[in-house]
């Protein structure tokens, strides 16, 4: 294959300005990554939780939000819950299977890591248990969560941090 010159993506912090550009991220990776795992009314009811853009802003301001650019344009978002717990991780499909989500959850695990977190948990998506997999998270608990009125199913996974993180 011929080599290309992909740029890099980068990372930056959250600002409460990239909010509407962030909700489009996570109805885009919603639509175009979940359908093998999820129907499409579920995929509708979970996208429609970013309908209300001023408290979903709230949320991202809440957490630790790191934002990954592509020439300066946001392409993926992650956050930290308080210490210990990996709230959200969307990727844009354009840019999917780049590593984009892989460099978000290594600065994820990191920051947590800084705030002496041993114990890493996410409630993973369907769509996102190999990946989490593949990085050394560990399924601990099947969930079902009710969004909007629609049950959605979730694993409660846990990755051990000690001495991996020390940032
Ligand atoms: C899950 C998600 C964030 C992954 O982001 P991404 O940028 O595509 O992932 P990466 O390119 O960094 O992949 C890292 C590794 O995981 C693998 N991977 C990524 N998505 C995968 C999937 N759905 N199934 C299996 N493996 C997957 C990649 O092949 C890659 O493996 P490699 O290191 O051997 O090459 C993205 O698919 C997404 O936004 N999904 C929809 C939203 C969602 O479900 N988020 C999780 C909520 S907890």
Not at 5 to 10: D, G, L, M, T, W
Not at 14 to 29: E, G, Y
Not at 55 to 75: M, R, Y
């Amino acid at each position: 294959m011929m080599a290309e010159a992909i740029p890099k993506p980068a990372m930056r912090p959250f600002l409460p300005a990239d909010t509407p550009m962030l909700a489009a991220i996570f109805v885009a990776a919603i639509q175009e990554l979940t359908g093998d795992d999820y129907s499409e009314t579920q995929q509708e009811a979970w996208a429609s939780t970013v309908d209300d853009e001023e408290s979903f802003g709230k949320k991202l301001l809440g957490e630790l939000t790191l934002i990954a650019t592509l020439q300066n344009a946001p392409v993926g978002f992650g956050s930290l819950k308080g210490a210990d717990h990996i709230d959200m991780l969307y990727v844009h499909p354009s840019v999917a299977g780049r590593g984009v989500g892989a460099m978000l959850c290594d600065a994820l695990e990191k920051l947590a890591g800084a705030r002496g977190t041993t114990s890493l948990s996410v409630d993973a998506s369907d769509n996102a248990l190999d990946f989490f997999k593949k990085r050394g998270y560990v399924a601990k608990q099947r969930n079902s969560v009710t969004i909007n009125g629609e049950w959605l199913a979730n694993t409660t996974m846990e990755k051990t941090l000690a001495g991996g993180a020390k940032a």
